[in-house]
Protein backbone atom coordinates (compact mmCIF):
# COMPACT_ATOMS: atom_id res chain seq x y z
CA UNK A 1 0.00 0.00 0.00
CA UNK A 2 2.51 2.41 0.90
CA UNK A 3 4.55 1.72 -2.62
CA UNK A 4 0.95 2.51 -4.46
CA UNK A 5 0.32 5.56 -2.11
CA UNK A 6 4.01 6.55 -2.65
CA UNK A 7 2.79 6.40 -6.73
CA UNK A 8 -0.70 8.31 -6.39
CA UNK A 9 1.09 11.65 -5.16
CA UNK A 10 4.47 12.01 -5.89
CA UNK A 11 4.08 14.02 -8.95
CA UNK A 12 7.50 13.32 -9.66
CA UNK A 13 6.23 10.29 -11.51
CA UNK A 14 5.03 12.15 -14.16
CA UNK A 15 8.42 10.63 -15.94
CA UNK A 16 7.23 7.14 -15.62
CA UNK A 17 4.46 8.25 -17.79
CA UNK A 18 4.04 7.63 -21.48
CA UNK A 19 2.04 10.90 -21.81
CA UNK A 20 1.65 13.86 -19.38
CA UNK A 21 -1.43 16.28 -20.24
CA UNK A 22 -1.43 19.65 -18.86
CA UNK A 23 -4.74 21.00 -18.86
CA UNK A 24 -6.13 24.56 -18.30
CA UNK A 25 -9.30 25.55 -19.09
CA UNK A 26 -10.22 29.50 -18.35
CA UNK A 27 -14.15 30.90 -17.90
CA UNK A 28 -15.18 33.81 -18.67
CA UNK A 29 -15.49 34.86 -15.02
CA UNK A 30 -12.11 34.19 -14.32
CA UNK A 31 -12.11 30.53 -12.81
CA UNK A 32 -9.61 28.53 -14.07
CA UNK A 33 -9.07 24.88 -13.60
CA UNK A 34 -6.00 23.39 -13.54
CA UNK A 35 -4.99 19.55 -14.38
CA UNK A 36 -2.70 17.29 -14.84
CA UNK A 37 -3.22 13.37 -15.91
CA UNK A 38 -0.42 11.15 -16.30
CA UNK A 39 -1.00 7.65 -18.11
CA UNK A 40 1.67 5.87 -17.79
CA UNK A 41 -0.60 2.24 -19.15
CA UNK A 42 1.69 1.15 -21.48
CA UNK A 43 4.75 1.12 -19.23
CA UNK A 44 2.66 -1.05 -16.58
CA UNK A 45 1.61 -3.22 -19.31
CA UNK A 46 5.02 -4.05 -19.65
CA UNK A 47 5.64 -4.81 -16.03
CA UNK A 48 5.12 -8.32 -14.22
CA UNK A 49 1.37 -7.84 -12.91
CA UNK A 50 1.71 -5.46 -9.70
CA UNK A 51 -1.80 -7.08 -8.27
CA UNK A 52 -0.06 -10.39 -7.44
CA UNK A 53 1.84 -9.14 -5.02
CA UNK A 54 -0.87 -7.42 -3.49
CA UNK A 55 -2.43 -8.54 -0.14
CA UNK A 56 -6.37 -8.96 -0.29
CA UNK A 57 -7.02 -5.93 2.00
CA UNK A 58 -4.70 -3.78 -0.19
CA UNK A 59 -6.72 -4.67 -3.30
CA UNK A 60 -9.73 -3.57 -1.68
CA UNK A 61 -8.59 -0.33 -0.64
CA UNK A 62 -7.42 0.45 -4.92
CA UNK A 63 -11.07 -0.42 -5.11
CA UNK A 64 -12.13 1.99 -3.07
CA UNK A 65 -9.99 4.59 -4.12
CA UNK A 66 -9.80 4.00 -7.70
CA UNK A 67 -11.30 6.93 -9.72
CA UNK A 68 -11.96 8.72 -6.75
CA UNK A 69 -10.86 12.31 -6.48
CA UNK A 70 -9.38 12.48 -2.76
CA UNK A 71 -8.21 15.67 -1.06
CA UNK A 72 -5.12 15.99 0.95
CA UNK A 73 -6.51 15.10 4.32
CA UNK A 74 -7.82 11.66 2.79
CA UNK A 75 -4.47 10.90 0.84
CA UNK A 76 -2.90 11.14 4.42
CA UNK A 77 -5.33 9.08 6.10
CA UNK A 78 -4.63 6.33 2.96
CA UNK A 79 -0.88 6.74 3.28
CA UNK A 80 -1.02 5.89 6.83
CA UNK A 81 -2.70 2.88 6.60
CA UNK A 82 0.09 0.31 7.71
CA UNK A 83 1.76 2.99 9.84
CA UNK A 84 1.25 2.07 14.03
CA UNK A 85 -0.60 4.23 15.41
CA UNK A 86 -2.22 6.18 12.32
CA UNK A 87 -3.71 8.62 14.03
CA UNK A 88 -1.13 9.80 16.21
CA UNK A 89 1.18 9.70 13.71
CA UNK A 90 -1.36 12.13 11.08
CA UNK A 91 -1.78 14.51 14.49
CA UNK A 92 2.12 14.55 14.54
CA UNK A 93 2.33 15.23 10.07
CA UNK A 94 -0.30 18.20 10.72
CA UNK A 95 1.45 19.67 14.05
CA UNK A 96 4.87 19.82 11.88
CA UNK A 97 2.65 21.04 9.09
CA UNK A 98 -0.10 23.40 10.58
CA UNK A 99 -0.86 24.61 7.39
CA UNK A 100 -1.18 21.63 5.29
CA UNK A 101 -4.76 21.15 4.72
CA UNK A 102 -5.67 24.85 4.34
CA UNK A 103 -2.86 25.38 1.81
CA UNK A 104 -4.49 22.36 -0.38
CA UNK A 105 -7.93 22.60 0.21
CA UNK A 106 -8.72 23.36 -3.72
CA UNK A 107 -6.64 20.25 -4.70
CA UNK A 108 -7.77 16.94 -5.79
CA UNK A 109 -6.26 13.81 -6.81
CA UNK A 110 -7.60 10.80 -8.19
CA UNK A 111 -5.87 7.49 -9.25
CA UNK A 112 -7.08 4.74 -11.81
CA UNK A 113 -4.43 1.52 -12.11
CA UNK A 114 -4.87 -2.50 -12.50
CA UNK A 115 -2.94 -4.51 -14.72
CA UNK A 116 -3.43 -2.32 -18.01
CA UNK A 117 -4.76 0.46 -16.70
CA UNK A 118 -2.22 3.48 -15.21
CA UNK A 119 -3.31 6.97 -14.64
CA UNK A 120 -2.49 9.61 -11.85
CA UNK A 121 -4.54 12.82 -12.29
CA UNK A 122 -3.82 15.98 -10.04
CA UNK A 123 -6.90 18.72 -10.02
CA UNK A 124 -6.55 22.53 -8.98
CA UNK A 125 -9.95 24.99 -9.38
CA UNK A 126 -8.94 28.37 -8.89
CA UNK A 127 -11.49 30.88 -8.46
CA UNK A 128 -8.76 33.56 -10.42
CA UNK A 129 -4.79 33.65 -11.84
CA UNK A 130 -3.79 34.60 -8.57
CA UNK A 131 -5.50 32.05 -6.56
CA UNK A 132 -4.01 29.12 -9.13
CA UNK A 133 -0.49 30.56 -9.08
CA UNK A 134 -0.74 30.55 -4.72
CA UNK A 135 -2.26 27.03 -5.49
CA UNK A 136 0.83 25.72 -7.83
CA UNK A 137 3.21 27.64 -5.46
CA UNK A 138 1.91 25.41 -2.27
CA UNK A 139 2.28 22.13 -4.14
CA UNK A 140 5.49 21.95 -2.11
CA UNK A 141 2.81 21.33 0.67
CA UNK A 142 2.74 17.60 -0.65
CA UNK A 143 6.47 16.92 0.74
CA UNK A 144 4.40 16.37 4.24
CA UNK A 145 2.69 13.10 2.87
CA UNK A 146 6.38 11.55 2.62
CA UNK A 147 6.21 11.88 6.06
CA UNK A 148 4.43 8.81 6.24
CA UNK A 149 6.71 6.45 4.43
CA UNK A 150 10.23 8.16 4.94
CA UNK A 151 10.06 9.23 1.01
CA UNK A 152 9.59 13.32 0.32
CA UNK A 153 6.80 13.90 -2.21
CA UNK A 154 6.80 16.89 -4.25
CA UNK A 155 5.90 18.16 -7.80
CA UNK A 156 8.41 19.39 -10.42
CA UNK A 157 10.08 22.80 -10.12
CA UNK A 158 8.54 24.28 -13.30
CA UNK A 159 5.12 23.34 -12.32
CA UNK A 160 5.42 25.32 -8.72
CA UNK A 161 6.45 28.41 -10.20
CA UNK A 162 4.81 28.72 -13.68
CA UNK A 163 2.55 31.83 -13.11
CA UNK A 164 -0.45 32.72 -14.89
CA UNK A 165 -2.27 35.82 -16.17
CA UNK A 166 -5.31 36.41 -17.21
CA UNK A 167 -7.17 39.79 -18.15
CA UNK A 168 -8.72 41.59 -21.35
CA UNK A 169 -8.76 37.78 -23.47
CA UNK A 170 -5.21 37.16 -22.86
CA UNK A 171 -3.57 34.72 -20.86
CA UNK A 172 0.21 34.15 -20.28
CA UNK A 173 1.85 31.86 -18.56
CA UNK A 174 5.55 32.69 -16.97
CA UNK A 175 8.26 30.43 -15.50
CA UNK A 176 10.82 31.31 -13.40
CA UNK A 177 13.08 27.93 -12.56
CA UNK A 178 16.34 27.70 -13.80
CA UNK A 179 17.15 24.12 -15.79
CA UNK A 180 19.90 23.03 -13.10
CA UNK A 181 16.90 23.15 -10.93
CA UNK A 182 14.21 21.57 -12.72
CA UNK A 183 17.33 18.64 -13.23
CA UNK A 184 17.96 18.69 -9.66
CA UNK A 185 14.47 18.51 -8.25
CA UNK A 186 13.87 15.22 -10.52
CA UNK A 187 16.84 13.13 -9.91
CA UNK A 188 17.66 10.41 -11.49
CA UNK A 189 14.09 10.10 -13.17
CA UNK A 190 15.32 13.02 -15.28
CA UNK A 191 17.81 10.06 -17.29
CA UNK A 192 14.53 8.98 -18.67
CA UNK A 193 12.83 11.85 -19.44
CA UNK A 194 13.68 11.65 -23.56
CA UNK A 195 11.44 8.34 -23.42
CA UNK A 196 8.19 10.60 -22.42
CA UNK A 197 5.85 13.12 -24.22
CA UNK A 198 4.81 16.71 -22.05
CA UNK A 199 1.37 17.84 -24.12
CA UNK A 200 -0.25 20.86 -23.11
CA UNK A 201 -3.99 21.87 -23.51
CA UNK A 202 -5.48 25.11 -22.99
CA UNK A 203 -9.16 25.54 -23.43
CA UNK A 204 -11.77 28.79 -23.55
CA UNK A 205 -15.15 29.31 -23.63
CA UNK A 206 -14.04 32.03 -26.52
CA UNK A 207 -12.27 31.69 -29.89
CA UNK A 208 -9.10 31.76 -29.98
CA UNK A 209 -7.04 34.98 -31.92
CA UNK A 210 -3.17 33.81 -31.75
CA UNK A 211 -1.18 31.58 -29.50
CA UNK A 212 2.67 32.22 -29.40
CA UNK A 213 2.99 28.94 -30.06
CA UNK A 214 3.42 28.93 -34.16
CA UNK A 215 3.18 25.16 -34.50
CA UNK A 216 0.62 25.08 -31.87
CA UNK A 217 -2.83 22.51 -33.14
CA UNK A 218 -6.11 24.69 -32.88
CA UNK A 219 -9.37 22.65 -32.04
CA UNK A 220 -11.95 22.95 -34.82
CA UNK A 221 -13.93 25.37 -33.09
CA UNK A 222 -10.92 27.80 -32.45
CA UNK A 223 -11.68 27.36 -28.33
CA UNK A 224 -8.48 25.73 -27.68
CA UNK A 225 -5.38 24.30 -28.75
CA UNK A 226 -2.96 21.78 -28.13
CA UNK A 227 1.08 21.77 -27.90
CA UNK A 228 3.52 18.74 -27.17
CA UNK A 229 6.80 18.28 -26.56
CA UNK A 230 10.00 16.07 -25.66
CA UNK A 231 9.72 15.86 -21.66
CA UNK A 232 13.93 15.86 -22.05
CA UNK A 233 13.24 19.58 -23.90
CA UNK A 234 11.07 20.90 -21.10
CA UNK A 235 13.97 19.61 -18.51
CA UNK A 236 16.60 21.42 -20.56
CA UNK A 237 14.94 24.97 -20.66
CA UNK A 238 11.15 25.06 -18.52
CA UNK A 239 10.49 27.70 -20.51
CA UNK A 240 9.10 26.80 -23.18
CA UNK A 241 6.47 25.47 -21.47
CA UNK A 242 5.34 29.47 -21.62
CA UNK A 243 3.02 31.03 -23.74
CA UNK A 244 0.22 33.70 -24.30
CA UNK A 245 -2.82 33.31 -26.12
CA UNK A 246 -5.12 36.47 -27.31
CA UNK A 247 -9.45 35.62 -28.01
CA UNK A 248 -11.34 37.19 -30.25
Known sequence: MKKLIGLAVVMGF???????????????DGVITYAMDMD???????????????????????????????????????????????????DSILKAN?????????????????????????????????????SLANLKELSALGEGNGKKLDAPEFVKHSTYDWKKKTLQRTISVKPEDAAKSLGEMGQMAAMFTYRIKVSFEQPIKSVSYQDAMISQDGKSFVKEFKMSDVIANPKILEYKVELK
Open 14 to 28: MLQSCVTTEEVTVKK
Open 98 to 134: PDLLKKTENLRMRVMMNDSIGNIGLKVIAKSASELNT
Open 40 to 90: FSELLQTMPSANGGMSGDVKKALDLINGEELSVDQLLDISLLESKNPEQKK
